[in-house]
């Protein structure tokens, strides 16, 4: 059965770059594509971008230009770096997995907390 | 503003049925399947619904999802109190290419 688990630091200073990493156990990252989503406290689901085993990458046009997603498949995870923080970055970051050809998020990581502050 | 548009909150007695509205684009529901997902207080969402009307093993029957044009319909019957969670739709915007959201619906069973 695969899992996802989000890591990364829970507090980020302004204009600081955030970094989260999402690691899959239970099977391999090939294959599949694999999503950042966020969500605001008491607000709804932003999707902020996702990556796919040969490295292409779709972002939100809204933070595209502060988005970077990578991967590593030596030790199965996948990379979040979101540049020039601000307090409206502070939300539940979660990662996801999507099977080529269908259009559903069928895995989710547990969340993890990030809060921007100085 | 959410590129799809759901209704802010629905509720229902115990055992009665509900739907919660998914209203989008050509560009997105109007090409593409819709998939439904329902966050429980303080947990992650989880996919419910998917490629219109499919459950994932383990859903229960009670959870149904329709489309039609460029609206999609989540249904639950026999509600339970468990039940009371905010419901997402959510699918890939082919002109944005981008994943999509609804804002959310908060269901109560009363």
Request: charged share 15%; aromatic share 10%; glycine share 10%.
């Amino acid at each position: 059965q695969v899992q996802l688990q989000e890591s990364g630091p829970g507090l980020v200073k302004p204009s600081e770059t955030l970094s989260l990493t999402c690691t899959v156990s239970g099977d391999s990252i090939s294959s599949y594509y694999w999503n950042w989503i966020r969500q605001p406290a008491g607000k709804g689901l932003e999707w902020i971008g996702r990556i796919y085993m040969s490295g292409i990458t779709d972002y939100n046009p809204s933070l595209k230009s502060r988005v970077t997603m990578s991967l590593d498949t030596s030790k199965n995870q996948f990379s979040l770096k979101l540049s020039s923080v601000t307090a409206a970055d502070t939300a539940v970051y979660y990662c996801a997995r999507r099977i080529s050809g269908r259009y559903d998020l069928d895995v989710w990581g547990q969340g993890t907390t990030v809060t921007v502050s100085s | 503003q959410s590129v799809l548009t759901q209704p802010p909150s629905v509720s229902a007695a115990p055992g009665q049925k509900v739907t919660i509205s998914c209203s989008g684009s050509s560009s997105n529901i109007g090409k593409n399947y819709v998939s439904w997902y329902q966050q429980l207080p303080g947990t992650a969402p989880k996919l419910l619904n998917h490629d219109n009307d499919n459950r994932p093993s383990g859903i229960p029957h009670r959870f149904s999802g329709s489309k039609s044009g460029t609206s999609a319909t989540l249904g639950i019957t026999g509600l339970q109190t468990g039940d009371e969670a905010d419901y997402y739709c959510g699918t890939w915007d082919s002109s944005l290419s981008s994943w999509v959201f609804g804002g959310g619906t908060k269901l109560t069973v009363l």
